[in-house]
């Protein structure tokens, strides 16, 4: 395990000098992404301007909220967004040098790439994070606060194992990546608000199915000491390490067996 | 070291017939293989386009699940073993590197080291031998993306063999290369051979690769075995035929040459065919010379799609042993 993970810091590491190797094409793109995500919050305040609560979650409630879904799919934008080419890695057959080398196939096409532009991102999402903090009143224990960089990093985890499982769709049919993203952002989007608001068969294929509400919205029910209002047990505040660890599991199975139906490409 | 047993892979592959309707084909792009090769052999592995070579270097290396059949390299499963089996074998597609791109040639052997674990020891080593054997010096601090095809193929052939495999898969390992470049990797490869001990499976269109370094060939066609032996013998039956092209200083009617035959004439060019047994390409071009006023000439080998379409003719493809 320590073998692997020294191992993925220095693929990643040659991926990140290749990219230095074209620094000005870099620094814009972090520019570039920043400025796009900056406008990403107001579509929250703009909802606000106009009603004082959304399902019973206040402006700051809701901002918590959208923090920790943002920071964890950035995290994992960071780690793994790069998945999105991988339909290319297959297409172009070059999945085929990453099976001839003694390491698992998943942990070389995630440290394949490592996208530092993606910074932008967690930083306005902690930007937020501290604006929530300011107006939102929170009893604050060690749980707590213990509970807020726990929750953002099983998020992390669940979003990642999310994105593989789908990412293997490619292995099937290559040009699904428009229905892939439509999971992963539209995935990212749903965690951001409160489940309240929306209708009750996506509430419980987010609890249930693809397990998107453990990512923000039990772990922020316990640190505002809100209920849900579907009635679900409060115990669930405290499951998102082991749905992470479950579903990182259910994903890395579903990986190994879609690799054994790889085609490859040409003769 | 390696062998199979009624190795088959299908794929299922779905063509557009009208304008909604598809239609599921199954393609057998390996159809029941069977051969077994010893440790320290060097074989050439030969057939057409589409005949399924791709396809089993790919299984024998663990990139493809057979879909029947059993596969052992090294003693391994491929598709089951292949982190494990990774470590033992070499791989060179030359189509595609497994270099990286952007960093400069001696990165891509230092992250190979730790992808490998070689201890750091034998790593300089190996390293520093194949440096001086395939004179890599001069740009081993290129970025890989700047260096030329035949320097690049020598990074590949450095980075297939860092880890002392006991098997390498070369797949088209000349393609595209000049002569010199050409002549340089072969001679390596006899040398990787002779000394290591190495098993090679080599697959190529080039038979001058094969003339070169291989002992053993086996042609695959339709997925099947057609011809397992020696080159000598399948040249002595099948590729005796040969093609003296010839560039006269004017347009002329077909040369009357004993021993040859022209096979086509366009404008001052002529093809003779003639039998490698019957005649030498020397004694033939002296007539030819004393006949007709000679500009240039070339001699063509019998291409290996021919002497595959030939063992389909004669019907005589001798069973793989």
Known sequence: ????????????????????????????????????????????????????????????????????????????????????????MIREGTFDQILVRPLPSLLQVVAADFALRRLGKALQGLAVLAFALTIVDVDWTVGRALAIPLAIAAGAVIYGAVWIALATVAFWIVDAIELVNAFTYGGSFLSQYPLGIFA???????????????????????????????GLPRALSFASPFVATLAALAAGAVWRNAVRHYRSAGG | MIELWNVEKRFVVRAKIGRLRRERREVRAVDGLSYRLERGEMTGYLGPN???????????????????????????????QRIELARRIGVVFGQRSQLWWDLPLGDSFDLLRHIYRVPAERHRANLKRLTEVLGLA???????????????????????????????????????????AKAAVREFLAEVNRERGVTVLLTTHDL???????????IIDHGRLIWDGGLDELKRRYGQERTLVVDLEEAAPPLEVSGARVTKVDGPRQWLSFR??????????????????????????????????????????RPAS
């Open chain 1, 1 to 88: 395990m320590r073998a692997l993970a020294a191992i993925y810091v220095r693929l990643v590491g040659a991926r990140v000098r290749s990219q230095l190797e074209y620094r000005l094409s870099t620094a814009l793109q972090l520019v570039g992404v920043g400025i796009l995500t900056a406008t990403d919050f107001v579509a929250i305040a703009v909802i606000f301007a106009n009603v004082p609560e959304l399902g019973e979650w206040s402006l700051g409630e809701v901002a918590f909220l959208y923090a920790l879904a943002t920071i964890s799919f950035a995290l994992t934008d960071i780690a793994i967004g790069h998945l999105d080419l991988f339909p290319q």
């Open chain 1, 200 to 230: 009750r068969w996506l509430r419980g294929l987010v609890v249930f199915v693809v397990p998107l509400a453990f990512v923000a919205y039990f772990p922020a029910l316990y640190v505002l000491d809100k209920d849900d209002e579907l």
């Open chain 2, 50 to 80: 589409g005949a399924g070579k791709s396809t089993t270097v790919k299984m024998l290396t663990g990139i493809l699940v057979p879909s029947a059949g059993v596969i052992r390299v090294a003693g391994l499963d491929p598709s089951r």
């Open chain 2, 138 to 180: 001069a740009f081993v601090n290129t970025p890989v993306r700047q260096l030329s095809l035949g320097q690049r193929m020598r990074g590949e052939l450095t980075a297939a063999l860092l880890h002392d495999p006991e098997v390498i898969f070369l797949d088209e390992p000349t393609i595209g290369l000049d002569i010199v």
């Open chain 2, 208 to 218: 001058a690769d094969i003339e070169r370094l291989c002992s053993r060939l086996l």
């Open chain 2, 276 to 317: 490698r047994d019957e005649t030498s390409a020397a004694e033939l071009t002296a007539t030819v010379a004393a006949n007709a006023r000679l500009v240039d000439l070339a001699i063509e080998e019998t291409q290996i799609e021919e002497i595959v379409r030939r063992i389909y003719a004669t019907g005589a493809a």
